[in-house]
């Protein structure tokens, strides 16, 4: 994760539930990353996967990743390209999920209602600041331990890079 990311947005509204960022129907299948990512929000939006390209930013609502704990609901949308997610909350599970992933999830009200289906937005995270269209929003710093989780990618990557280091 840089320090500064760029990319076009897909908004949402709330309650995207983890069944429509990855359809039930797949999470018993033994299916690649890439065969994953090409049913993320399938049910939601069926252009998504199709159309997303890497470095685009989802937008949503309140209580983003509702629903099971599934990690498939995460892992479709990193293999997709997706660079952050940016809502008015996350379901707890969610949040962690994604950091652990490596996909920055962010909350701000503000930016959320501020920003537009299919625009160009900025987020500066040593700053703090989402760069839109109808102006800047700040949002709370990401605590060191969890910028290091998203600077190595993950948790996994994290973990393998503390233990090579030893």
Sequence with gaps: MPGTIKGRVWKYGDGVN??????????????TNEEMA????????PDFAKNVKKGDIIVAGKNFG?????????TSLKYTGISAIIAKSFSRIYFRNAINQGIPAIESSDAVDAIENGETIEIDFKNGVIIT?????????????????????????????K????
């Design 18 to 31: 983890t069944d429509v960022i990855y359809p039930g129907k797949y999470t018993y299948k033994n299916l």
């Design 38 to 45: 090409s049913h993320a929000l399938e049910d939601l939006d």
């Design 66 to 74: 509702m629903g099971s704990s599934r990690e498939q609901a995460v």
């Design 133 to 161: 269209a109808k102006g800047n929003f700040k949002f709370p710093p990401f605590p060191d331990k969890m910028l290091e989780i998203l600077e190595a990618g993950g948790l996994v990557n994290y973990t393998r890079q």
């Design 163 to 166: 233990l090579g280091k030893k």
